[in-house]
C-alpha cells in the first residue's frame, strides 16, 4: 500500500515539474495539460496545491481570468491558507473589473504571509493599496446582499482604509516574514472590520 502511495505522489510531482517547466518557457497550453494530469491525481498529494495555484497562474497569462478564478476557488476551498491562490484570484477579479471581490482577495491573501515570497508580498499590498484607492470596500456578507452602501459614508470609509493601508506599508519591511503589526479595512457598508496582518 505504502509503495502504491509513494508511486502515486512521485507520478504527480513529475507531472508537477513538467508543468512548472512549460509554463517557465511561457508554453501555457501545454503547462495546464501537465497541471491537469497532476490535479488529477489526487487532493492528497503533494503537488496537488500548487498545481491548481500554477494553473491559475498559466490561465491569466492566457487570458482567462474567470477559468483562473474557478481553478483558484478550489485551491482556496482546499486550503485557505494558500495565499499564493488568493493572491492570483485577486488579480483575476481585477481583470474582470470585480473589485470588490478583489479587494476581499487581497485582503486575505496579505492575511499570513507563510509561503509568501517577499516579492508577492509587496505585490499583494500595492495591489490592495490601488484598490482601495479606487473603491470602498466591501465584507462578504455585506457583497452577498448587492446593497450599495451609502455614498458619503463611503467616501470616508475609503479615505480611512486607504490612510491604514498606506501607514503599513510605509511601516512594512518586506524582505522579512516576520509579522509586524496587524490592521484593518472597514466595510463601507455595515462598519464591520477586516483584519490584516502587515
Ligand atoms: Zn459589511
Not at 123 to 140: R, T
Request: aromatic share 8%; glycine share 6%.
Amino acid at each position: 500500500m505504502k509503495a502504491n502511495t509513494d508511486s502515486v505522489e512521485d507520478a504527480a510531482e513529475k507531472l508537477f515539474d513538467k508543468g512548472c517547466k512549460y509554463q517557465l518557457r511561457g508554453k501555457h497550453r501545454k503547462a495546464i495539460q501537465y497541471f491537469d494530469q497532476a490535479i488529477a491525481m489526487g487532493a492528497g498529494t503533494t503537488s496537488y496545491l500548487s498545481s491548481l495555484g500554477l494553473k491559475g497562474r498559466s490561465l491569466m497569462s492566457l487570458g482567462k481570468p474567470r477559468d483562473a478564478i474557478q481553478t483558484l476557488t478550489i485551491a482556496i476551498e482546499d486550503d485557505p491558507d494558500y495565499r499564493s491562490a488568493w493572491l492570483i484570484r485577486g488579480e483575476a477579479h481585477c481583470a474582470i473589473k470585480k473589485y470588490d471581490a478583489a479587494m476581499r482577495d487581497m485582503c486575505n491573501a496579505c492575511g499570513d504571509w507563510s509561503g509568501v515570497s517577499p516579492e508577492q508580498r509587496q505585490h499583494a499590498y500595492s495591489l490592495l493599496h490601488d484598490l482601495l484607492k479606487k473603491n470602498a470596500f466591501v465584507c462578504e456578507p455585506c457583497a452577498r446582499t448587492g446593497k450599495k452602501p451609502d455614498k458619503a459614508n463611503a467616501r470616508e470609509i475609503k479615505k480611512q482604509n486607504l490612510a491604514q493601508v498606506k501607514r503599513a506599508m510605509s511601516s512594512l519591511d518586506f524582505k522579512h516574514y516576520t509579522v509586524s503589526h496587524q490592521f484593518s479595512v472597514t466595510c463601507a457598508k455595515c462598519g464591520s472590520e477586516t483584519n490584516i496582518y502587515a
